[in-house]
Each structure stands twice: as C-alpha cells, then as structure tokens.
C-alpha cells in the first residue's frame, strides 16, 4: 500500500473508531508494520490532523475533523449500496472485504440522512452465492490485470486435459458459479477464457505485457465471442 493511501487509511479508522485505536491494531488491519504506523501518525499529526493519543495508550482523532463531503443523491447512494451488495454473491473474498469497507467509509463520510439510508438494509442481492475457487486466487489475477503481468496456469480443458498455459490476463467475468479469466494465450496465439475451476496451478510470471493491455480489450471487445480455451 502507498504511503498516501495508508495516511488515508488511517484517518478513517480513527475517525469511525469509537474508542481509542493502538499502533498495533491499524498495523495488523493495514499489514504494515508498528513502526510505519508510527511514523505516519507523525506525519499526520504534523500536517495538523489532530490525532492525540501515544505509544502503549493508542490514539483518537479529536472531534471536529472532516473530509470534504461526499455528494451523492439518495438515488446515488441507493445505487452504490446494491452494487456493493452484489459483491457479496462474488467468491472474490478481497472484494468482498473491500466492499464491507467502502460502506464503512461512505457511511463515515454523507451526511446523516444519507448515512440512514445506507444503515436501513431495505436493498438486498439475492442469490446463488459463487465460492470461492479452489486453486485460484482472484485477487492476483486482479493485480496481474492491473499491472499488466503475465500469468502462468496449470488449466485443464472441459474434456480434463491438462496444459501449462502462459496468458497476458485483461479482463475477469463474474458469473453466478464460477468467475472467467480471459486474456491473451501465448500457446494458442489468440484470445481465449479460463474457468476459474479448472485451473488447477496459477502464479504470477517474470514478464511483463506493460503498455499492450488496452490494445488486448479493444480487441477481445470487438468479438466479444472467443472460442474454449
């Protein structure tokens, strides 16, 4: 996590906190060590964000600070409270938990009629619910995507055959039972989609597709019908 996003971070949970929050705490919640939270709480404070508090006692942000607001309509509110919700009908844990925590974050920040008609529940996602893949780790092929990195599968087709493919990942479909990983085969040359419960193996690769990525959706887009891996 970049240091500006943690800072982030680490206002919002002060902020939402209801009792005063130890180093140790928001390390473990933001998987740095005690010794960065240290040091950011002294970059906050000397930015004049009034946290107050110390080592072995924790720290509180005092009353009184605020983000800028966020202006969203009810119907805008509505609409990001169901997206969020659809989340949970993914087996994408990370988004899942990434989910619960942008609600926390909006909630902390709109006004309070807003804030009551995030809180109220009356929107729901029903539905089967996709678990998460057994030998797949979503979340890499997110970052893979994002930072345009090779991945290498062990995948086995529909009739149980098994090949190591090498893929240039662009793009994740979630369906209800299972999510598609589609990107570039370099043992097919060609555009092709990976179920996520048939691959068997999957890790990051050396290589790098850095600059190729959008080149690769316009042209997966323009099918829009690629064949069986």
Known sequence: MRKASRLFEIIQILRLSKK???????????????????????????????????????????????????MFSIEETEAIVLSLALLERTGDEELKQAARRVNQKIAGAVP??????????????????????????????????????????????????ATERVIRPIALIYYSHYANLVGWCELRQAIRNFRSDRIAHCEAGDAFFRGDGNRLRADWMSGWANPPA
């Open 20 to 70: 005063p929050m130890t180093a140790q705490a928001m390390a473990d919640r933001l998987e740095v060590t005690v010794r960065s939270i240290y040091r950011d709480i002294a970059a906050l404070q000397a930015m004049r964000v009034p946290i107050e508090g110390g080592r072995g006692i924790g720290y509180i942000m005092r009353p009184g600070f605020d983000l800028p607001p966020l």
């Open 112 to 161: 309070a009629p807003l804030r009551q008609t995030m809180e109220n529940k009356a929107l729901y996602a029903w539905g089967t619910v996709a678990p998460p893949p057994a030998s797949f780790d979503l979340g890499l092929a997110r970052r893979a995507i994002r930072d345009e990195q090779k991945l290498v599968l062990d995948y086995r087709d529909e009739l149980g055959r």
